[in-house]
């Protein structure tokens, strides 16, 4: 079974920046497409960016422009660059496999001040 740990959150002003990081259990992770989800109070889990195998990157359109997401197999690490940050941004961030879903991790929250 594959367990996800999600990392790198905290309280930052708008207009700030974090780095998510969330690691990967299990030798299959370099064969997954890979997502990061969030999850603000009172709303349903949304995926906010996507990567490939081949490292081909999707995103939603309120994080376009301002959200990058990346992945280093060799570490079994999906990244999430976060600038420009928004009030709205706020919430726990997940990350999962998008080709197979494994159990969500603990997520980390992001909290964005205004």
């Known amino acids: 079974q594959v367990q996800l740990v999600e990392s790198g959150g905290g309280l930052v002003q708008a207009g700030g920046s974090l780095r998510l990081s969330c690691a990967a259990s299990?030798?299959?992770?370099?064969?997954?497409?890979m997502g990061w989800y969030r999850q603000a109070p009172g709303k349903q889990r949304e995926l906010v960016a996507r990567i490939s195998i081949n490292e081909i990157t999707s995103y939603a359109d309120s994080v376009k422009g301002r959200f990058t997401i990346s992945r280093d197999n060799a570490k079994k690490t999906v990244y999430l660059q976060m600038n420009s940050l928004k009030p709205e941004d706020t919430a726990v961030y997940y990350c999962n496999s998008l080709t197979f879903p494994w159990s969500w991790g603990q997520g980390t929250q992001v909290t964005v001040s205004s």
């Open positions: 299990g030798s299959i992770f370099s064969t997954n497409v």
